[in-house]
């Protein structure tokens, strides 16, 4: 009988984790929106927003990712940003005007990285630290 060392990225799992993609950009977008909309803050900002959008929808699905996974594996984090960013680029160019802009790009593909790499090297649990209580002789 054979045992697996490592667990490898399942289909079930990346599918998961692309659904939870999905549903923190739609709640995301939607409470931004609702806060940008009360806010009176001009279209400059609309570009962080979606930045930080980007990057915490990557950090957030990555967890899911790593959790349902059950280890940390630097390598599925970054394997599922990679599939990420193609499936986020495809469908941006096919939503819009069949062309890159290279600041989006580089914008999606550095936001998306970044949230993934995030995702996969923060632990699960921090671990408590122990401090040793000493007792002190102040002698004078």
């Not at 930045?51 to 594996?73: D, E, G, Y």
Request: proline share 2%; aromatic share 12%.
């Amino acid at each position: 009988m054979q045992k697996s060392v490592g667990t490898s990225l399942g289909l079930r799992m990346l599918v998961r984790a692309l659904c939870s993609y999905v549903l923190s950009a739609f709640l995301l977008l939607v409470f931004a929106s609702f806060l940008l909309s009360r806010s009176d803050v001009g279209s400059h900002v609309l570009g962080y927003v979606s930045s930080v959008i980007s990057f915490l929808t990557a950090f957030l699905s990555t967890r899911l990712l790593l959790r349902s996974q059950k280890s940390q594996s630097l390598f599925s984090s970054m394997l599922f940003g990679f599939i990420l960013v193609i499936l986020l680029l495809t469908l941006g160019y096919l939503a819009g005007e069949r062309s890159f802009n290279p600041s989006g790009v580089l914008s999606v593909v550095s936001f998306t990285f970044a949230g993934v790499l995030l995702g996969g090297l923060l632990p699960f649990r921090l671990s408590p630290r122990k401090f040793s209580h000493r007792l002190r002789n102040f002698s004078r």
